[in-house]
């Protein structure tokens, strides 16, 4: 049994490193990449609060399509380029979304969501994947976090 979970009171910075070291464990020595997604989006929803949405895009022949995740089902295939998800995948920069509904082309899978951070999965400078967190409160995601999943993203992205 696996019991990485957070500790009640952790900083951010704590938690995000906690977050990252659960995630390099439970992935080590596993090749199988759809198995360590569904496991990273299962630690995503374990250690950070107030989600409704989270999980992985994978790029498949030129679009995004839909990876494991927890939340709400989801629109499958999103083009490069569309909603928070696709300018992540076309620009290969993270979106810190605070408002959703104020952001043009938003696709919006879980009415509930009011804030969203994308960040894309690089490997070998090429985009593979995209890494979605949805909240339902406004403003969720910060810089911080922004930085937190760089981090988990850069250190997965050869075991997904
Ligand atoms: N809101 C995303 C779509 C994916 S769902 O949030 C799970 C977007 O605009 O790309």
């Known amino acids: 049994?696996?019991?990485?979970?957070?500790?009640?009171?952790?900083?951010?910075?704590?938690?995000?490193a906690d977050l990252l070291e659960a995630?390099?464990?439970?992935?080590q020595d596993e090749p199988d990449g759809i198995a360590n997604m569904a496991n990273l989006a299962a630690l995503l929803w374990q250690f950070l609060p107030d989600l409704n949405w989270a999980g992985f895009y994978r790029m498949v022949g030129g679009e995004l399509v839909l990876g494991p995740f927890i939340g709400k089902p989801?629109?499958?295939r999103i083009p490069v380029g569309r909603g928070v998800c696709g300018a992540?995948?076309?620009t290969g920069q993270t979106q810190l979304v605070p408002d959703v509904?104020?952001?043009p082309g938003h696709i919006a899978c879980d009415a509930a969501s009011q804030s969203e951070l994308v960040v894309?999965?690089?490997?070998?400078?090429?985009?593979?994947?995209?890494?979605d967190l949805d909240s339902p409160s406004p403003a969720r995601?910060?810089?911080?976090?922004a930085r937190?999943?760089?981090?988990?993203?850069?250190?997965?992205?050869?075991?997904?």
Not at 153 to 158: E, F, I, L, R
């Open 88 to 90: 992540a995948a076309a």
């Open 148 to 160: 937190g999943i760089e981090a988990l993203a850069k250190a997965m992205a050869d075991r997904i």
């Open 120 to 131: 894309p999965v690089i490997r070998d400078g090429t985009v593979i994947a995209v890494i």
């Open 23 to 27: 995630a390099r464990a439970l992935t």
């Open 101 to 103: 509904h104020a952001f």
């Open 74 to 76: 989801a629109c499958i």
């Open 141 to 145: 995601f910060d810089a911080d976090d």
């Open 1 to 16: 049994m696996f019991t990485f979970a957070p500790t009640e009171g952790q900083s951010k910075a704590e938690l995000h």
